[in-house]
């Protein structure tokens, strides 16, 4: 059935007001639950206000809700789906010659297209509050309201300068200020791929501002070479606050557009980019989970007749398979984060094996 058609848009404005309508109400659970959890935390903390637990409460959101989203997108398809058959629509949109496969494209249609606006759109905005929220909550536990996500723990980083040499950076603490990130106790090796020290320089401070790095009260250490002495040196790089940032986050904090970037960032300087790798991927393949999910749905909510009864059964059956459906696919995310597996089959597979066994089962009801 073609979406643009009069039935297709019906049936696509349904599933869109049924997913916003659970997805609505999931918001509003999670909301509610999220601010009592704080509460609680905060309940012996008479510096944090209410309007501090808000910002926690609603920047944590949208990662609580990325991960549910597959279930909010199955129920809204059981919602609409058991709506549709309780009404008799389903049974007279078959009578009039569509298939099963002609009334489910215009809704799979919507869905990919909900799926493709989440990962270029929402998803940006929701990796933004995720890191905000962990701004809060590192402001929270170090009891410093200006406190950043830099901290006293310091820092070990490496960039490749070339392709004969790259350096290591190690900072004993860091901090932001503006659109400066100050450095104290810094100490860089500058070496060959051999892993043979060429050059160490030490810094009482460096400031790392325009991707260059400008070190204070420095001492340069070359063999064959007396101790160098300066005030100030440069060092050109590609560092920059947020790509720094980045080793203190989480992938879910970092946009879908900017994950590519740091993949490459991450290879080029020798560092595993396998968790960015897997949930750049887990993200391109989110839009066909949701289609699987929809179809996992039109098993068991799509039904010509319900006066035969079963209804709850089929909904708790529906409902747990999606469980089951999330579970193993958490099961296999976990076995490529761990190298176990090619990252592209643990992020792939759950989707497809949801989609196959799914479809079979329609193809059998329809034509069995």
């Known amino acids: 059935m073609n979406p643009n058609a009069i039935l297709g848009k019906y049936l696509i404005k349904q599933i869109i007001v049924s997913f916003l309508a659970v997805l609505l109400m999931v918001m509003g659970i999670v ?3 999220e601010v009592i959890e704080l509460l609680r935390r905060t309940s012996d903390r008479p510096d944090v206000d209410a309007w501090f637990i808000m910002q926690m409460a609603i920047t944590k959101l949208p990662r609580t809700l990325d991960m549910v989203f597959p279930f909010v997108m199955m ?5 609409t789906f058991w709506k549709l058959s309780k009404s008799n629509e389903f ?6 010659g569509v298939s099963i496969w002609g009334f489910l494209t215009p809704v799979l249609f919507a869905v990919f ?9 929402i998803n940006p905005i929701s990796a933004k509050l995720y890191e905000v929220h962990e ?3 590192y402001r929270f536990k170090t009891k410093n309201p200006k406190a950043v996500l830099f901290s006293d723990k310091g820092l070990w980083i490496r960039e490749a300068i070339d392709d ?6 190690q900072a004993k603490s860091l901090r932001q200020e503006g659109k400066a990130l100050l450095l104290r106790d810094v100490d860089i090796l500058e070496m060959d791929r051999n892993s043979q020290i060429l050059k160490r320089v030490e810094a009482f401070a460096a400031v790392l501002e325009n991707k260059e790095f400008e070190l204070k009260d420095v001492k340069v250490f070359e063999a064959g070479k007396p101790t160098l002495n300066v005030n100030n040196v440069k060092y050109k790089t590609t560092l920059t606050a947020e790509r720094i ?3 203190f986050v989480d992938p879910e904090a970092i946009s879908f557009w900017d994950l590519p970037g740091t993949i490459k960032f991450y290879e080029m300087s020798g560092f595993s980019a396998l968790r960015h790798q897997m949930r750049y991927l887990s993200l391109l393949s989110s839009p066909f989970m949701l289609c699987a999910m929809v179809l996992v749905a039109a098993v068991f909510a799509l039904r010509p007749n319900n ?3 079963g209804v709850m059964f089929l909904i708790v059956g529906g409902i747990a398979t999606g469980f089951i459906v999330y579970f193993m696919s958490q099961v296999i995310f976990a076995f490529g984060i761990n190298g176990y597996i090619p990252s592209f089959f643990a992020a792939w597979t759950p989707a497809l094996i949801a989609m196959l066994i799914s479809v079979s089962i329609l193809l059998h009801l329809e034509d069995g």
């Open 31 to 33: 909301l509610m639950f």
């Open 75 to 79: 129920i809204a398809a059981m919602i």
């Open 91 to 96: 049974v007279i949109i078959r009578a009039a």
């Open 113 to 121: 297209v909900i799926g493709v606006l989440n990962i270029t759109i």
């Open 135 to 137: 701004t809060l909550d």
């Open 164 to 169: 004969e040499r790259f350096l290591v950076l």
């Open 245 to 247: 940032k980045e080793n």
């Open 307 to 309: 006066r035969r009864g």
